[in-house]
């Protein structure tokens, strides 16, 4: 029999073989009990996932390596977009000493630039995702000592057709060391341009100094904070893992997947999975609909109060697991839904989780072999 450790965003899977018995009972710390035994008495179970995530451990695959989550102190969850834009090679000119020899003033050098395209969300289905104080700050990092200022003229919002969402711009569009663009400074419009989901923006800036540097370069960093102090609704979260189960079911009279879930983030989740093959949807494991775990109750500062739970056994016959064999099934696409009380933001801190089990249980009447 074929066993394969996979892991990937969202925690630790693994697929392997143990002797259990298929019991409709069972408990989390059940999985710490499976090894790798073969299996004689034409049972076998396998978790398929076993992971306790946190929300911070969903990296959505549009902002990869840019995404990074960090927790103020008291404890709220910051989604974090760092990006650096580009190198800017600026011009030559006279030093602010060579220009005092000569008795010359200052020389003022000026000139907009505009950010490449920056994903924001991406790989979703579709929903809201309202963040109550969103932040664009606009850094620069100088390789020498030249003063230079900033100035952000506007964002543009687009979906990922192309499509212009939204513009926004600040309303005190002043020169500074650091600019930051948030619901204060463009009247709730920046939280209006994310509520509209779009797939990336494009921000345009002006840059300069009186002062600076012969052939001195600067580096532009944009970072997008966006504090998980949230009203969502119908945002979905997907991810695909690999799997081998031929080798499991080939001789299987009944596949019984087990789903077990205990959460308490202040979100209800709805979750959906299916086979696949070749990325197309051969069978769903909720086929009478999706998964519902009711939102946790928290208190204002987002410390859980009440957990809540639920659990599904859904059970595939003969003609089910032939399906799968036939189409070489070899991957398990899931997808969170989640959605919050519309009339209140919800606080996500760092101690909230979701626990969530998977066991795949196979009976047959036969022996495994070598």
């Not at 650091?178 to 709730?188: F, H, P």
Request: charged share 25%; with cysteine.
């Amino acid at each position: 029999m074929k066993k394969q450790l996979i892991t990937m965003i969202t925690g630790a899977l693994l697929l392997s073989s143990a002797i259990t018995a298929c019991r409709d009972d069972f408990e989390f710390d059940e999985f710490e009990k499976y090894d790798d035994s073969i299996a004689i008495n034409g049972k076998v179970a396998s978790p398929l996932i076993n992971t306790r995530m946190k929300f911070s451990d969903v990296n959505t695959k549009s902002i990869n390596e840019r995404l990074n989550f960090s927790y103020d102190n008291s404890g709220l969850t910051h989604m974090v977009v760092n990006q650096d834009d580009k190198v800017i090679n600026l011009p030559n000119m006279l030093s602010p000493a060579e220009l005092a020899a000569l008795g010359l003033p200052p020389q003022t050098w000026e000139k907009t630039y505009t950010t490449d395209k920056q994903s924001i969300f991406q790989d979703r289905a579709g929903g809201t995702f309202f963040i109550k104080n969103p932040t664009f700050t606009l850094n620069k990092k100088v390789m020498k000592n030249s003063t230079i200022l900033l100035k952000i003229n506007k964002i543009d919002f687009y979906n990922t057709s192309g499509t212009l969402l939204k513009t926004i711009s600040p309303i005190n569009d002043e020169f500074g060391e650091s600019i930051v663009l948030n619901n204060e400074n463009t009247n709730g419009g920046l939280s209006e341009a994310l509520e509209m989901m779009p797939d990336y923006y494009v921000l345009q800036y002006t840059a300069k100094s009186d002062a600076i540097e012969n052939g001195d370069k600067m580096k532009i960093n944009v970072i997008l904070d966006l504090p998980l102090e949230i009203k969502t609704d119908k945002f979905s979260i997907r991810d695909t893992m690999v799997i081998d189960i031929d080798d499991i079911i080939e001789n299987a009279d009944k596949l019984i997947i087990k789903t077990k879930v205990q959460n308490n983030i202040p979100v209800e989740i709805k979750l959906r999975a299916n086979f696949l093959a070749q990325g197309v949807v051969i069978d769903s494991i909720y086929e009478q609909g999706p998964l519902v775990i009711d939102a946790a109750t928290t208190d204002d500062d987002g410390k859980v109060l009440n957990t809540t739970a639920t659990d599904r056994i859904n059970t595939f016959d003969k003609m089910r697991i032939t399906k799968l064999l036939n189409a070489n099934c070899d991957k398990l696409s899931y997808e969170f839904v989640i959605s919050s009380d519309q009339s209140k933001y919800v606080k996500i801190t760092e101690n909230q989780t979701l626990d969530l089990r998977m066991s795949m249980c196979v009976e047959a009447g036969f022996s495994t072999k070598d």
